[in-house]
């Protein structure tokens, strides 16, 4: 079955500093992985997805994301963040059998922005 | 292109009561799923739909959670009787193609 981990539950950045989201995943076979974000009181809107070929992906909002195999990461980055981008963001991995096409979430890590 | 739809956004109810919740997936799309998102988790698959046929509802606790899509369209989520432990964010979302889900505003349950 898979997994995935994002180990920092709350992060503070300052409007304008950059930032990185870890994700680590636990999936036996090539993994499909997304970022969604959540504004409170909202769904999960994507903001950037992997399925094969290029590592380095690009999404909304200026985000982009790096699938590292070898580390069984797909950290998320952004190179300057604005106070819009407070929110709560979610690493997923997909897995599509006979089962059907589940998405297994991470725990979330809330984004807090300084001014 | 209009997202998915959910109703009631919010719904305060007594434990031991029933509740319904009822999601409008995006037009054409052929799967549905609801999932459980519980205060500082990440959301849990509860049930997926294709078309009218359940493709997957393994960690529905059935005693309790019920759930219809009837015509292949809308659906329904009803919890009968609710607990205090059932209090959550239920979300629904549907996909076209394989790979890429849309999910509604969800449906904010509190159980006293």
């Known amino acids: 079955a898979q997994s995935v981990t994002q180990p920092d539950i709350h992060i503070t950045v300052s409007e304008g500093a950059s930032l990185e989201l870890r994700c680590n995943y636990s999936?036996?076979?090539?993994?499909?992985l997304f970022w969604y974000v959540q504004s409170p009181g909202q769904g999960l809107q994507l903001l950037l997805k992997?399925?094969?070929?290029?590592?380095l992906v690009q999404g909304i909002k200026g985000f982009e994301a790096e699938f590292k195999r070898s580390q069984s990461s797909f950290n998320l980055r952004k190179p300057s963040v604005h106070w819009s981008d407070a929110a709560e963001y979610f690493c997923?991995?997909?897995?599509?059998?006979?089962?059907?096409?589940?998405?297994?979430f991470g725990g979330g890590t809330r984004l807090m922005v300084k001014p | 292109e209009a997202g998915v739809a959910q109703s009631p956004r919010y719904k305060i109810i007594e434990k031991r009561q029933s509740v319904a919740f009822w999601c409008n997936p995006i037009?054409?799309?052929?799967?549905l799923y609801w999932y459980q998102q519980i205060l500082g988790q990440g959301p849990k698959l509860l049930i997926q739909?294709?078309?009218?046929?359940?493709?997957?509802d393994s960690q529905l606790p059935k005693d309790r959670f019920s759930a219809e899509r009837l015509k292949g369209v809308d659906s329904t989520l009803k919890i009968q009787p609710a607990k205090l432990e059932d209090s959550a964010v239920y979300l629904c979302?549907?996909?076209?193609?394989?790979?890429?889900?849309?999910f509604g505003p969800g449906t904010r349950l509190t159980v006293l």
């Open positions: 997923a991995v997909g897995a599509w059998d006979n089962a059907g096409n589940m998405l297994t």
């Open positions: 739909f294709q078309n009218n046929g359940v493709v997957d």
């Open positions: 037009s054409g799309h052929a799967t």
């Open positions: 992997y399925f094969s070929g290029d590592t």
């Open positions: 999936y036996g076979a090539t993994p499909y």
């Open positions: 979302a549907s996909s076209l193609v394989v790979r890429e889900q849309f």
